[in-house]
Nanobody, 126 residues
């Protein structure tokens, strides 16, 4: 199973940007589809963005479309989530996930992913 570690979270003002990284180890990341999810206090974990194994297909939650960009660098075993125009409602713990499935598919449900990082806190102040 691949191990994942997120980094890049922090405190930012509304309108600002952050770039989250997800470093994979133990297995080759190119064998996995990837996703980003987030969980705010008192709320369920929700889908943010996903990308297929080769990076040719992506999907986004409506709430982040046009502001967030998911990408991956398989050569360096790392995934990314670029977050622009951040809003206070983006405040949450962000998790990266990796899973199997069809190589060309983009998966939006948490149950599609078998490996998860520990999460990184993103706080957006108004």
């Amino acid at each position: 199973q691949v191990q994942l570690e997120e980094s890049g979270g922090g405190l930012v003002q509304a309108g600002g940007s952050l770039r989250l990284s997800c470093a994979a180890s133990g297995r080759t990341l190119s064998n996995y589809n990837m996703g980003w999810f987030r969980q705010a206090p008192g709320k369920e974990r929700e889908f943010v963005a996903a990308i297929n194994r080769r990076g040719a297909g992506t999907g986004y939650a409506d709430s982040v479309k046009g502001r967030f960009t998911i990408s991956r660098d398989n050569a360096n075993n790392t995934g990314y989530l670029q977050m622009n125009s951040l809003k206070p409602e983006d405040t949450a713990v962000y998790y990266c996930a990796a899973g199997g499935g069809l190589p060309g598919a983009v998966y939006t449900y948490p149950t599609s992913y078998g490996s998860w990082g520990q999460g990184t806190q993103v706080t957006v102040s108004s």
